[in-house]
């Protein structure tokens, strides 16, 4: 019996004692959290508004290369900043851990407003990077008075240059249309597939068949048109990866790739997943499809290549969707480095169109900065997210990348991709067909 006592007894102490330290180190946190310097604000109290910021006029720098680049890889990570790639680090290796844009030897931050807004969408970003003008949001390769901009495929066309537009979202979304179409609104995707056809871009990789196909046939198009069905006359089609990868590599016609009925990866279509190619594969193609071209005369070539769906990972505030996508685009920029590593002549750019969703990654416990636990958070409209202000970061790695540092504005990318690359001379197009 008295055993029994002194174990219970013992029990008791150590509860005791646990419950009570615990009872301090909660009494302490809370006082420490009373204490701070500001107080602790509500939901609704945290929250400050600008009705007008103030407007300034734009400054353009002037940009140019002592070495300059034969071929560009621009990859545009839609929805990211600075908090998505801290926290995809974090997540995969660890505070000390590097990925592939840690190893750019050039970086800088690019501010995106739009022409209206100091909140940008990518139609606007993604047309100043492609033209070098600012335009108002929802707009795609037009200025803010809708006026025709020439964007940098139409130019580097008239250089000699061969280009590809990739993306892991549908073809016609905003970042890839802004480089290919003239639309002042960019969900008019008849419109948009239609300029598709008809430009000067050698190779279209990525989702969106439904935008190509009548609604009469299960697509989106809405004035009836099978565009299907009209590439098909003097353009490649594919629909697989295997596609894709068994192509023989010397047609001079122009390659859609259309993997999905609409973007990749789509949760609602998993039977699909394996007949679409990853944005790594995408880009070897798109590499060594362009260099066929050069061998044939064309004088370098250009790449843009989106991990769309970093975007949309940010606006359903989904961090294991997020770390999926930058994954996707991650291993895709450190195959085109070590590419730019082995080929001089190639410039490789890393960028984003703006930051959605407002990531923060914080202490997990507030008052504790010695744990290794961290919380993440999505901060804009929990469960549909929307984009931010923040600036968004850039590497370069090649000829010109010194262009690519310091604070840029949008608008100015244009400009030192345009110094960065060989354009002495304008040769014409150099596509046959």
Request: hydrophobic residues 35%.
């Amino acid at each position: 019996m008295k055993t029994k006592q002194i174990l219970w007894s013992v029990i008791f102490l150590i509860l005791g004692i646990f419950i009570g330290g615990w009872g301090i180190y909660s009494y302490a946190q809370d006082m420490i959290m009373k204490n701070l310097p500001i107080g602790i604000a509500s939901l609704d109290e945290k929250d400050s508004y600008i009705e007008s910021v103030p407007t300034s006029t734009l400054t353009q720098r002037k940009y140019s290369s002592s070495s300059k680049a034969k071929n560009l890889i621009l990859f545009i990570g839609d929805g990211m900043s600075l908090s998505q790639i801290t926290a995809y680090r974090l997540i995969t290796g660890g505070s000390n851990s590097r990925i592939s844009v840690d190893n750019f030897p050039y970086s800088g931050i690019v501010l995106t407003h739009s022409e209206d807004g100091v909140v940008t969408d990518s139609a606007s970003s993604a047309t100043a990077y492609s033209t070098g003008y600012k335009t108002n949001n929802t707009y795609l390769g037009l200025d803010s008075n809708k006026k025709s901009l020439e964007n940098l495929t139409e130019t580097l066309n008239r250089f000699g240059f061969v280009s590809s537009l990739l993306a892991t979202s549908e073809i016609t979304h905003a970042t890839p249309a802004a480089f290919a179409a003239h639309i002042d609104l960019r969900w008019k995707t008849d419109e948009i597939s239609s300029q598709m056809l008809n430009s000067k871009v050698s190779t279209f990789l990525g989702g969106g068949r439904h935008f190509f196909l009548p609604e009469n046939l299960g697509g989106k198009r809405e004035d009836g048109r099978n565009l299907i069905e009209e590439l098909k006359d003097n353009n490649i089609l594919l629909t697989t990866k295997e596609e894709m990868l068994n192509l023989v590599p010397n047609t001079s016609k122009k390659v859609f790739g259309l993997f999905a009925d609409e973007h990749l990866r789509n949760i609602d279509t998993p039977e699909n997943h394996i007949y679409e190619p990853s944005l790594t594969e995408m880009v070897q193609f798109a590499v060594n499809r362009s260099n066929r071209f050069v061998d044939e005369g064309c004088e370098g070539f250009f790449i843009m290549a989106e991990g769309s769906q970093v975007d949309w990972a940010g606006h359903v505030n989904n961090l294991d969707y997020l770390i999926t996508e930058m994954k996707d685009l991650d291993t895709a920029i450190e195959w085109a480095l070590e590419y730019a590593k082995d080929n001089d002549d190639t410039l490789v750019v890393v960028t984003s169109d703006h930051e959605t969703g407002g990531l923060l990654i914080e202490p997990a416990n507030p008052v504790d900065y010695t744990s290794q636990g961290v919380k993440i958070s999505f901060n804009t409209a929990v469960g549909s997210g929307t984009h931010t202000g923040v600036p968004v970061p850039i590497y370069a790695y090649g000829p010109g990348a010194e262009n690519f540092t310091g604070t840029l504005d949008n608008t100015d990318v244009y400009g030192a991709i345009t110094a960065s690359l060989d354009l002495d001379e304008q040769n014409g197009s150099c596509l046959t067909e």
